[in-house]
């Protein structure tokens, strides 16, 4: 999965968790910006490993402070694999 499909995942996944149009996701912003809570967060730190086959660390989103920093990482994860 290239870093266009990602984001476009996540901008879709932010999009319907929080009610916010996704042409109004920024990926400069966290995801905690959207009124997302720690739960959402965990939940879609779960799907993101199984989409991309991937261990990822619970604090991935507090780590990753802009969406666009997780977009890099979890491209970089990838291309360790």
Same mark, same amino acid.
């Given at each position: 999965?290239n870093q266009?499909? #990602?984001?476009n995942? +996540?901008?879709?996944? !932010?999009?319907?968790s929080?009610?916010?149009?996704s042409e109004?996701?920024? &990926?400069e912003?966290?995801?905690?910006a959207y009124?997302?809570?720690s739960?959402?967060?965990l939940? #879609?730190?779960?799907? +993101?490993?199984?989409? !991309?086959?991937l261990?990822?660390?619970?604090?991935?989103?507090?780590?990753? &402070?802009?969406i666009?920093?997780?977009?890099e990482?979890?491209?970089d994860?990838?291309?360790?694999?």
């Amino acid at each position: 999965m290239n870093q266009e499909k #990602i984001e476009n995942w +996540l901008i879709d996944k !932010l999009a319907k968790s929080s009610g916010v149009d996704s042409e109004k996701i920024d &990926l400069e912003k966290s995801i905690f910006a959207y009124g997302l809570d720690s739960s959402v967060a965990l939940s #879609i730190t779960g799907e +993101l490993e199984t989409l !991309l086959d991937l261990k990822l660390d619970s604090t991935l989103f507090w780590e990753c &402070l802009k969406i666009s920093d997780l977009v890099e990482y979890l491209v970089d994860e990838l291309a360790k694999k």
